[in-house]
């Protein structure tokens, strides 16, 4: 079994930072790519950023040059450095993980239960 959980929301005020963290653990044996989504209200799920094994990002139009993304392969963990936060930037966070359990599965996605962000003043 794998687990995907994401810690490091909260309330913080418009223009101010945010460290999300993500942790998979449970058998794994290799992972691909990590990634963060976020959903507000009434919205669709959107892509914010994702980040490969290699180290390649992606980033969404609207959080380019204000959210950084990075992951530590050897504790299975990927961040978001959030700064420059907008009261639009508000929305329930969540990580994903596509990884393999074994040598021989296919690859797979893996969900945390998300992590509230709420910009206000």
């Known amino acids: 079994q794998v687990q995907v959980v994401e810690s490091g929301g909260g309330l913080v005020q418009p223009g101010g930072s945010l460290r999300l963290s993500c942790a998979a653990s449970?058998?794994?044996?290799?992972?691909?790519?990590m990634g963060w989504y976020r959903q507000a209200p009434g919205n669709e799920r959107e892509l914010v950023a994702s980040?490969?094994?290699?180290?390649?990002?992606n980033y969404a139009d609207s959080v380019k040059d204000r959210f950084t993304i990075s992951r530590d392969n050897t504790k299975n963990t990927v961040y978001l450095q959030m700064s420059t936060l907008k009261p639009e930037d508000t929305a329930v966070y969540y990580c994903?993980?596509?990884?393999?359990?074994?040598?021989?599965?296919?690859?797979?996605?893996?969900w945390g239960q998300g992590t509230q962000v709420t910009v206000s003043s």
């Open positions: 994903v993980t596509i990884l393999r359990s074994s040598g021989s599965s296919p690859s797979r996605s893996y």
């Open positions: 449970g058998i794994i044996f290799s992972i691909s790519s």
């Open positions: 980040i490969t094994s290699s180290g390649s990002t």
